[in-house]
């Protein structure tokens, strides 16, 4: 995939910034409190210089229920920034829980228009382990594997995907075998590989 960072225009106050992703990370409010949804994008608004972060550690659904523990709907609006056609589902719970929220498209991502070169020769290799951060990747992975000629998939490669959901999307690749992250988070992720 390709991020495309969005331009975003300067913010009114709120009570706090939600970060559906490490990509929503946006500049221009340091001094906001940010709810991240994992522990990879606090790390990247501490980088950015937030010094009031914490971590949902899990996805969407942590994250409201981090968002009802901490905020209050009488506090003020919230900031929800995530990624073109992303964050629908947490901005409608959330305004269903008595909050105004305000969504800003941070970045959109796009596929690439085929694999580059240092993915082709991992495949060619036939050894190894890939990690799979989303569902949406993990599409776009196995339809330019297809269109390069490695419909087969790589027999001796272990795919390691961040959820279910993102398992159910390599399926249809011939994988040495497809792992599950015990949580929807990078930490868990990596514990996967050897």
């Known amino acids: 995939m390709a991020i495309a960072p969005r331009e975003i225009p300067p913010q009114s106050a709120v009570q706090a910034v939600l970060l559906t992703s490490a990509n929503a990370v946006i500049p221009g409010l340091p001094d906001a409190r940010v709810l991240a949804v994992g522990d990879a994008t606090a790390a990247r608004a501490r980088a950015a210089g937030f010094t009031d972060v914490q971590s ?19 506090a003020g609006p919230l900031l929800l920034a995530s990624g073109e056609g992303q964050g629908m589902a947490l ?83 011939n994988w040495a075998r497809i792992r599950v992250a015990s949580h929807p988070n990078q930490d868990a992720l990596l514990a996967l590989l050897p």
């Open 91 to 173: 901005a409608t719970q959330l305004r269903g829980g008595g909050f105004r929220v305000r969504r800003i498209v941070a970045y959109s991502a796009r596929p690439v228009r085929g694999l580059p070169e240092a993915a082709r020769e991992f495949i060619d290799r036939g050894r190894g382990h890939a990690l799979f951060f989303s569902p949406e990747t993990a599409h776009v992975f196995v339809r330019l594997c297809r269109r390069a000629g490695h419909g087969a998939g790589a027999a001796g490669i272990e795919a390691i995907a961040i959820s279910a959901a993102t398992a159910a999307a390599l399926a249809p690749l």
């Open 56 to 74: 949902a550690g899990r996805d969407a659904a942590a994250l409201a229920v981090l968002v009802e523990q901490t905020c209050r709907p009488a």
